[in-house]
T-cell receptor
Framework: NAGVMQNPRHLVRRRGQEARLRCSPV?????VYWYRQLPEEGLKFMVY????????ESGMPKERFSAEFPKEGPSILRIQQVVRGDSAAYFC?????????????FGNGTRLTVT | TQLLEQSPQFLSIQEGENLTVYCNSS?????LQWYRQEPGEGPVLLVT?????EVKKLKRLTFQFGDARKDSSLHITAAQPGDTGLYLC????????????FGQGTELSVKP
Protein backbone atom coordinates (compact mmCIF):
# COMPACT_ATOMS: atom_id res chain seq x y z
CA ASN A 1 0.00 0.00 0.00
CA ALA A 2 1.23 3.46 -0.79
CA GLY A 3 1.74 5.68 2.21
CA VAL A 4 0.70 9.29 2.55
CA MET A 5 1.89 11.22 -0.50
CA GLN A 6 2.58 14.92 -0.25
CA ASN A 7 3.58 17.22 -3.05
CA PRO A 8 5.48 19.19 -3.79
CA ARG A 9 8.35 18.25 -1.46
CA HIS A 10 9.79 21.75 -1.73
CA LEU A 11 7.94 24.93 -2.62
CA VAL A 12 9.41 28.41 -2.99
CA ARG A 13 7.07 31.36 -3.10
CA ARG A 14 7.59 35.11 -3.04
CA ARG A 15 5.76 37.21 -0.49
CA GLY A 16 2.17 37.78 -1.58
CA GLN A 17 1.89 34.66 -3.75
CA GLU A 18 -0.32 31.66 -3.05
CA ALA A 19 0.90 28.27 -1.88
CA ARG A 20 -1.09 25.09 -2.50
CA LEU A 21 0.02 21.96 -0.69
CA ARG A 22 -1.43 18.59 -1.64
CA CYS A 23 -1.87 15.42 0.38
CA SER A 24 -3.13 12.03 -0.76
CA PRO A 25 -3.91 9.90 2.32
CA VAL A 26 -3.39 6.18 2.65
CA UNK A 27 -6.05 4.42 0.60
CA UNK A 28 -9.11 3.84 2.76
CA UNK A 29 -8.20 6.47 5.35
CA UNK A 30 -10.93 9.06 5.81
CA UNK A 31 -9.29 11.20 8.53
CA VAL A 32 -6.68 13.78 7.45
CA TYR A 33 -4.64 16.07 9.65
CA TRP A 34 -2.31 18.94 8.79
CA TYR A 35 0.57 19.90 11.07
CA ARG A 36 3.21 22.60 10.82
CA GLN A 37 6.79 22.19 12.01
CA LEU A 38 9.53 24.75 12.49
CA PRO A 39 13.20 23.64 12.69
CA GLU A 40 14.02 21.68 15.86
CA GLU A 41 10.44 21.96 17.06
CA GLY A 42 7.53 19.60 17.47
CA LEU A 43 4.42 19.45 15.35
CA LYS A 44 1.75 22.12 15.75
CA PHE A 45 -1.77 20.99 14.93
CA MET A 46 -3.50 23.04 12.25
CA VAL A 47 -6.63 21.31 10.99
CA TYR A 48 -8.48 17.99 11.11
CA UNK A 49 -10.71 16.96 8.22
CA UNK A 50 -12.88 14.05 7.25
CA UNK A 51 -14.23 13.60 3.77
CA UNK A 52 -15.87 16.90 2.75
CA UNK A 53 -15.97 18.15 6.35
CA UNK A 54 -13.72 20.27 8.54
CA UNK A 55 -13.88 18.76 12.01
CA UNK A 56 -11.44 21.00 13.88
CA GLU A 57 -9.60 24.02 12.50
CA SER A 58 -8.64 25.51 15.84
CA GLY A 59 -4.92 25.48 15.01
CA MET A 60 -5.20 27.21 11.66
CA PRO A 61 -5.01 31.02 11.34
CA LYS A 62 -8.40 32.42 10.38
CA GLU A 63 -6.97 34.61 7.67
CA ARG A 64 -5.12 33.47 4.55
CA PHE A 65 -5.25 29.76 5.44
CA SER A 66 -7.85 27.26 4.25
CA ALA A 67 -8.08 23.49 3.92
CA GLU A 68 -10.31 21.04 2.15
CA PHE A 69 -10.66 17.30 1.71
CA PRO A 70 -13.06 16.76 -1.18
CA LYS A 71 -15.01 13.61 -1.91
CA GLU A 72 -12.65 12.88 -4.77
CA GLY A 73 -9.00 13.88 -4.90
CA PRO A 74 -6.35 14.93 -2.43
CA SER A 75 -6.61 17.17 0.59
CA ILE A 76 -5.40 20.71 -0.10
CA LEU A 77 -3.88 23.21 2.32
CA ARG A 78 -3.98 26.65 0.76
CA ILE A 79 -2.08 29.68 2.00
CA GLN A 80 -2.92 32.96 0.33
CA GLN A 81 -0.66 36.02 0.25
CA VAL A 82 2.23 34.18 1.91
CA VAL A 83 4.55 36.00 4.30
CA ARG A 84 8.05 35.05 5.47
CA GLY A 85 6.63 33.71 8.74
CA ASP A 86 4.78 31.02 6.79
CA SER A 87 8.11 29.36 5.95
CA ALA A 88 8.01 25.94 7.60
CA ALA A 89 7.56 22.24 6.93
CA TYR A 90 3.92 21.25 6.56
CA PHE A 91 3.07 17.64 7.29
CA CYS A 92 -0.08 15.77 6.38
CA UNK A 93 -1.15 12.63 8.21
CA UNK A 94 -4.01 10.20 7.79
CA UNK A 95 -5.70 7.54 9.88
CA UNK A 96 -8.63 5.17 9.42
CA UNK A 97 -10.16 6.29 12.72
CA UNK A 98 -9.64 9.01 15.30
CA UNK A 99 -5.94 8.76 16.14
CA UNK A 100 -6.14 7.93 19.80
CA UNK A 101 -7.47 4.58 18.60
CA UNK A 102 -5.04 4.19 15.73
CA UNK A 103 -1.70 5.66 14.71
CA UNK A 104 -1.14 8.55 12.35
CA UNK A 105 0.57 7.83 9.05
CA PHE A 106 2.63 10.82 8.01
CA GLY A 107 3.82 12.00 4.65
CA ASN A 108 7.34 13.36 4.18
CA GLY A 109 6.14 16.93 4.24
CA THR A 110 6.24 20.00 2.04
CA ARG A 111 8.96 22.48 2.88
CA LEU A 112 7.69 25.95 2.09
CA THR A 113 10.17 28.78 1.73
CA VAL A 114 8.89 32.31 1.34
CA THR A 115 11.40 34.75 -0.11
CA THR B 1 -4.37 25.01 25.95
CA GLN B 2 -3.28 21.44 26.49
CA LEU B 3 0.47 21.06 26.49
CA LEU B 4 2.83 18.15 26.41
CA GLU B 5 6.21 19.07 27.82
CA GLN B 6 9.15 16.96 26.76
CA SER B 7 12.52 16.91 28.48
CA PRO B 8 15.28 17.18 27.73
CA GLN B 9 14.96 19.08 24.47
CA PHE B 10 18.46 18.12 23.35
CA LEU B 11 20.56 15.13 24.33
CA SER B 12 24.02 14.23 23.07
CA ILE B 13 25.50 10.98 24.37
CA GLN B 14 28.12 8.37 23.53
CA GLU B 15 27.30 5.02 22.02
CA GLY B 16 26.49 2.48 24.72
CA GLU B 17 25.02 4.93 27.22
CA ASN B 18 21.47 4.74 28.55
CA LEU B 19 18.99 7.62 28.41
CA THR B 20 15.45 8.54 29.40
CA VAL B 21 13.14 11.05 27.74
CA TYR B 22 10.14 12.39 29.65
CA CYS B 23 6.76 13.61 28.43
CA ASN B 24 4.55 15.39 30.96
CA SER B 25 1.17 17.10 30.96
CA SER B 26 -1.52 18.34 33.29
CA UNK B 27 -4.12 16.76 31.01
CA UNK B 28 -5.34 13.17 30.98
CA UNK B 29 -5.01 11.30 27.70
CA UNK B 30 -6.80 8.21 26.44
CA UNK B 31 -3.64 7.18 24.68
CA LEU B 32 -0.10 8.36 24.27
CA GLN B 33 2.02 7.65 21.22
CA TRP B 34 5.74 7.97 20.61
CA TYR B 35 7.11 8.82 17.19
CA ARG B 36 10.61 9.08 15.77
CA GLN B 37 11.46 11.52 13.00
CA GLU B 38 14.58 11.62 10.85
CA PRO B 39 15.71 14.71 8.91
CA GLY B 40 13.68 15.33 5.78
CA GLU B 41 11.06 12.73 6.65
CA GLY B 42 7.75 12.51 8.45
CA PRO B 43 7.40 11.03 11.94
CA VAL B 44 7.03 7.26 12.21
CA LEU B 45 5.10 5.61 15.02
CA LEU B 46 7.12 3.64 17.56
CA VAL B 47 4.47 2.65 20.09
CA THR B 48 1.02 3.43 21.50
CA UNK B 49 0.21 3.07 25.20
CA UNK B 50 -3.38 3.22 26.41
CA UNK B 51 -3.54 1.84 29.96
CA UNK B 52 -2.30 3.68 33.04
CA UNK B 53 0.90 2.04 34.27
CA GLU B 54 1.40 0.18 30.99
CA VAL B 55 4.94 -0.73 29.99
CA LYS B 56 5.88 -1.70 26.44
CA LYS B 57 9.24 -2.84 25.14
CA LEU B 58 10.55 -2.52 21.61
CA LYS B 59 14.03 -4.10 21.50
CA ARG B 60 16.22 -1.65 23.46
CA LEU B 61 13.40 0.89 23.91
CA THR B 62 11.08 0.79 26.94
CA PHE B 63 7.96 2.95 27.05
CA GLN B 64 5.87 3.61 30.14
CA PHE B 65 2.51 5.34 30.58
CA GLY B 66 1.96 7.00 33.93
CA ASP B 67 -0.66 5.61 36.31
CA ALA B 68 -2.76 8.77 35.95
CA ARG B 69 -2.33 8.78 32.14
CA LYS B 70 -0.81 12.26 32.22
CA ASP B 71 2.82 11.40 31.57
CA SER B 72 5.06 8.94 29.79
CA SER B 73 8.72 8.05 29.48
CA LEU B 74 10.96 6.50 26.87
CA HIS B 75 14.09 4.70 28.03
CA ILE B 76 16.78 3.58 25.60
CA THR B 77 19.36 1.05 26.74
CA ALA B 78 22.83 0.96 25.19
CA ALA B 79 22.12 3.68 22.64
CA GLN B 80 23.50 3.29 19.14
CA PRO B 81 24.22 5.89 16.44
CA GLY B 82 21.19 4.57 14.55
CA ASP B 83 18.99 5.83 17.40
CA THR B 84 19.83 9.42 16.46
CA GLY B 85 16.72 11.43 15.61
CA LEU B 86 13.88 13.54 16.93
CA TYR B 87 11.61 11.73 19.40
CA LEU B 88 8.08 13.06 19.74
CA CYS B 89 5.37 12.15 22.20
CA UNK B 90 1.74 12.76 21.26
CA UNK B 91 -1.42 12.49 23.32
CA UNK B 92 -4.99 12.01 22.22
CA UNK B 93 -8.44 11.38 23.61
CA UNK B 94 -11.89 12.84 24.05
CA UNK B 95 -10.43 15.94 25.72
CA UNK B 96 -8.43 16.59 22.58
CA UNK B 97 -11.42 16.29 20.24
CA UNK B 98 -10.01 13.49 18.13
CA UNK B 99 -6.70 15.09 17.28
CA UNK B 100 -3.20 14.33 18.55
CA UNK B 101 -1.30 16.97 20.51
CA PHE B 102 2.47 16.73 20.11
CA GLY B 103 5.27 17.63 22.47
CA GLN B 104 8.09 19.83 21.23
CA GLY B 105 10.38 16.85 20.75
CA THR B 106 13.70 15.59 22.05
CA GLU B 107 16.62 15.79 19.63
CA LEU B 108 18.89 12.82 20.34
CA SER B 109 22.43 12.52 19.00
CA VAL B 110 24.36 9.33 19.67
CA LYS B 111 28.06 9.59 18.85
CA PRO B 112 30.12 6.53 17.95
Amino acid sequence: NAGVMQNPRHLVRRRGQEARLRCSPVKGHSHVYWYRQLPEEGLKFMVYLQKENIIDESGMPKERFSAEFPKEGPSILRIQQVVRGDSAAYFCASSPRTPYNSPLHFGNGTRLTVT
Amino acid sequence: TQLLEQSPQFLSIQEGENLTVYCNSSSVFSSLQWYRQEPGEGPVLLVTVVTGGEVKKLKRLTFQFGDARKDSSLHITAAQPGDTGLYLCAGGGNNQGGKLIFGQGTELSVKP
